[in-house]
Nanobody, 123 residues
Framework: QVQLVESGGGLVQAGGSLRLSCAAS????????MAWFRQAPGKEREFVTYSAGSGGSTSYAESVKGRFTCSRDDARNTVYLQMNSLKPEDTAVYYC????????????????WGQGTQVTVSS
């Protein structure tokens, strides 16, 4: 069983930055694929980025490419989402997800989810 706890959300003005953290339980964190998804009010959950295990590939949604960076610290069992040049359309609840076997842009690939953290970008 893996538990994920997100933190770092908040209110920021357009053009600002935030860094989200997701702390994971478990001793084989480096082998987990980690991902971030987000869900805005009235919209479906959408893919943001994934890291396919330590040293594996990283992929970003086109809407955040060049602005968001996913990184992981395996010693701390933590994955980060650095968000720069934030836009009002980035406003959403951001979820951290993990899986030991699968990865990719489909939320169904991930077995473990955090509770989410709210990010609000004002114009």
């Amino acid at each position: 069983q893996v538990q994920l706890v997100e933190s770092g959300g908040g209110l920021v003005q357009a053009g600002g930055s935030l860094r989200l953290s997701c702390a994971a339980s478990g001793r084989t964190f480096s082998r987990y694929a980690m991902a971030w998804f987000r869900q805005a009010p009235g919209k479906e959950r959408e893919f943001v980025t994934y890291s396919a295990g330590s040293g594996g590939s990283t992929s970003y949604a086109e809407s955040v490419k060049g602005r968001f960076t996913c990184s992981r610290d395996d010693a701390r069992n933590t994955v980060y989402l650095q968000m720069n040049s934030l836009k009002p359309e980035d406003t959403a609840v951001y979820y951290c997800a993990a899986d030991f076997v699968r990865f990719g842009r489909n939320s169904n690939n991930y077995a473990y989810w955090g509770q989410g953290t709210q990010v609000t970008v004002s114009s």
